[in-house]
């Protein structure tokens, strides 16, 4: 077991520098103050403007980078300072979410295929480890054709499953990242300086899914190789 937390707490550390990282960025270029004085929920419903969209609507929602898209209900939901601030970093957050209305209104693949793996994911996700390791303890005295190991391997594909998310979710956020920016940038919403600050908050933010998946991936393969090696 020494490995399994060695590779949590890694895993961990790698996860809180990125996240601190990204505190520190957002916290940064909240100070750079828009030159055309729009709020992060005007440059919203500007840019979901110029795409023709307009069964989605801007709301505000309480938190500190709480900010998401439901495509559920099609809500661009912004956290209260994104939504009423006027600098750079409430630009970056603010065009990245309806980046994801875009894709949902041009049926972007890998966002569709996301949606479909939500509900899958959402309960998988609340047993992968509990039957992974419930299942290791129990192969430890039935063997490794018992139930025990049956359990494990039924953990190991819910674990599978939630990487998969993971590794789907890179694409879905980059292209977000990528929209928001190119909008921003061809529509003169944002001088040069203001753009290279939401370009540096959305690379940052952009990390932290990427820390997510690759640590979601070194979790599956040390239970696989525990798992597998018994067998």
Known sequence: M???YILIGAISLVSWLVSNKLKSKFKHYSNVQL?????GAEIATQ???DHGITDVEVLSTPGMLTDHYNPTNKTVNLSEGVYNQRNAAAAAVSAHE??????HA???QWLGLRSK??????????????????????????GSTGIGFMIAVAGLGFMAMGTL???????????ASNRALAWLKNKNIVTQEEFKGSEDALKWAARTYLVAAIGSLAMLLYWGLRILSRD
């Not at 309806?98 to 894709?103: E, L, N, T, Y």
């Not at 899958?120 to 430890?140: C, D, E, F, P, R």
């Open 165 to 175: 998310f993971s590794f789907i979710t890179l694409p879905v956020e980059y292209d």
């Open 106 to 108: 041009k049926a972007y």
């Open 117 to 142: 793996l939500v509900p899958a994911v959402s309960i998988t996700s609340k047993y992968s480890q509990w039957l992974v390791i419930g299942g290791i303890m129990l192969g430890a005295a039935s």
């Open 35 to 39: 030159s055309n004085g729009m709020s």
């Open 2 to 4: 020494i490995g399994f």
């Open 98 to 103: 309806v980046g994801h209305a875009v894709q």
């Open 47 to 49: 840019m979901l403007a």
